[in-house]
């Protein structure tokens, strides 16, 4: 079935810092691909996504590009700030999948970042 | 505005009790869903609706019962046979073609 591992956190860095979190997928086809954002009691907010291979997504400085070779959609900011502290969810949703379940968000397991003044 | 409002924020239950959260959005949206979030274990799919009257399972069912008796409406009810209930629970929607779902803030069950 399809998958989406995230490398673990925590992440701790200080601002300005450059932000790279790493997100692989497993899945047939040609899944489209997101990153959320949840802050601190909140639910999950969009930041970006993908739709097809070497499609980048971006938002508020955040970066991610679908690389169909490598399966990865990794997320990355060039200067992070202490706002941005928070978890941060790769998805996956494959239009392959057959009857209802292609409405289905394979999330990874989030990673928790943290940025320090 | 238009977006997703879930209440309550906190809801304790006691054991053997039914509870009812609530899911409602006004974005037109055909499609809803709801989640389940653990510490360290991502979301995983409860239960969606890709349309009024109809609702199917997702991944983690057991325990749990929905309705879709209006479009704007999507509530889960988690019964007593749901046996480690105290988690965060997110609803989302989406349209019919669902390229992106929006989440609404989240409740947070507790047991008694």
């Known amino acids: 079935g399809d998958s989406v591992t995230q490398m673990e956190g925590p992440v701790t860095l200080s601002e300005e810092a450059f932000l790279t979190i790493n997100c692989t997928y497993t899945?047939?086809?040609?899944?489209?691909l997101f990153w959320y954002v949840q802050y601190p009691g909140e639910g999950l907010q969009l930041l970006l996504k993908?739709?097809?291979?070497?499609d980048k997504g971006s938002n508020k400085g955040f970066e991610a590009t679908y690389r169909k070779e490598t399966t990865s959609f990794h997320l990355e900011k060039g200067s992070v700030q202490v706002s941005d502290s928070a978890v941060y969810f790769c998805?996956?949703?494959?239009?392959?999948?057959?009857?209802?379940?292609?409405?289905?968000?394979?999330f990874g397991k989030g990673t928790l970042l943290t940025v320090n003044p | 505005d238009g977006g997703i409002t879930q209440s309550p924020k906190y809801l304790f239950r006691k054991e053997g009790q039914n509870v009812t959260l609530s899911c409602e959005q006004n974005?037109?949206?055909?499609?809803m869903y709801w989640y389940r979030q653990d510490p360290g274990q991502g979301l995983r799919l409860i239960y969606y609706?890709?349309?009024?009257?109809?609702?199917q399972k997702g991944d983690i069912a057991e325990g749990y019962s929905v309705s879709r008796e209006k479009k704007e409406s999507f509530p889960l009810t988690v019964t007593s046979a749901q046996k480690n209930p105290t988690a965060f629970y997110l609803c989302?929607?989406?349209?019919?073609?669902?390229?992106?779902?929006?989440f609404g803030p989240g409740t947070r069950l507790l047991v008694l």
């Open positions: 989302a929607s989406s349209t019919r073609v669902p390229e992106t779902q929006y």
């Open positions: 609706s890709q349309i009024v009257n109809d609702f």
């Open positions: 974005l037109n949206h055909d499609a």
């Open positions: 993908a739709t097809k291979a070497d």
């Open positions: 998805a996956l949703r494959n239009p392959r999948n057959s009857g209802g379940s292609n409405y289905k968000l394979t």
């Open positions: 899945a047939t086809g040609y899944p489209s």
